[in-house]
């Protein structure tokens, strides 16, 4: 296939990229296909396309400017999958101790592998300071909500729910805290200390819910066909928007996802009559499918990009690998005492699913250029990102094979059975 690619690519023509990109898309939907029956996460396979791609189209990639496309993806891709997993999380009564469950374990873990992370970085990488060390290590804490949501959805329900909030939850706060970091480091994007990152997220909070609020009333009342769209681009708008004004965005995003979502739980008393429902409920449909689309896209053209980006090099590095290793290491020993704490005995698969991908990637280029190290290696993120797929598609293959064997054996020796009788009454002889 490659070998074809460098004559199309030398036409330089409109066509010519119109064939790339649907290429790409096709081949992501077959990797997706594969990818459920393998458990081998698309998103890797995407990555080591990109990663072929460049080393076959070499001299022909080279004019294009990756490196300022892939934040530009990184972060519609990024708002896309938040609302796509806010989307799908039902606020009720019953779901309430595993939401709060799912968002203390994300939240353990996620301070907790960015403790040990910049002690390991501090240590290995020489000029480590320790507010850029939290900065690397935060990148490196954050689990994939972009690997685990669309690979978790043939496990048991109870255990499916537990990843789409867990990966939720690790995302928005991962990124809260990010920035909270950045915040102290640059005066010029400080939040002024933990008091003020405090009342920025209540600041965020109660903007959010006020715009959700109008554009639920507003877009119900909207009667073309073309609003989901428009709605989209609202959204986007008000992020980056927010971004500007030093509001925490993706927690705007997460709001509004909620509220459509669970429309009858926001919309009570007074607000009631004003929601109409049903309409509402339509836009919340086609918003469900336009952004699981959306991310599928964007997701795909990431992370190819990304794979065409790495240099190869920076994995030979000993050292790299080393640190990666202590890193992954760090991760699973964390992630064990955790689940175990608050779970118990049953943490399989669940212990070894928590990959980095998408948001590492993304953060890493959102790093101020104040807090960069010269001594750390990209290579770093990338054995952490393919060394925690790896091990999460291991661990999902064994889970798969042991649901199949429980299965075989329950078939091949079925629970018997016997017909039923009645009791046969014995009568004692009258004794005479």
Known sequence: MFSTLPFLLGAGSTYTLIIA???VIIISFVFGELAKKTSIPSVLMLIILGIVANIALADKLGGFDFDSILPILGTVGLIMIVLEAALELELKREKLVPIAKSMLIAFIGLIASTWAAAMILQYFVPGMTSVSAWLYATTLSILSSAIIIPSVGDLRSDKKEFHIYESTFSDIMGIMLFYFLSGQLEAAEGTGGTAGFLMNIVLTVVVSLIISYLIVLIFQKIKSHVKLFLLIAVLLLFYSLGKQIHLSSLLMILIFGLLIANMKLFFFGPLKKYLNYKEAHHIYEGLHVIT????????????VIFGITIVLSSLANLEVAMISGLIILSIYAIRYIILRAFIGEDILPQLFIAPRGLITILLYYAIPESAKIEGFQPGILLWTIIGTSL????????DKNRGGKAVKKAEIAPVGYRRWEAPAVVVEEEVK
Do not use: C, D, H, P
């Open 391 to 398: 091990i999460m598609t291991f661990a999902m293959i064994y």
């Open 21 to 23: 990109a649907s290429a």
């Open 292 to 303: 699981m689309e959306t991310a599928f896209v964007v997701r795909t053209f990431f992370f």
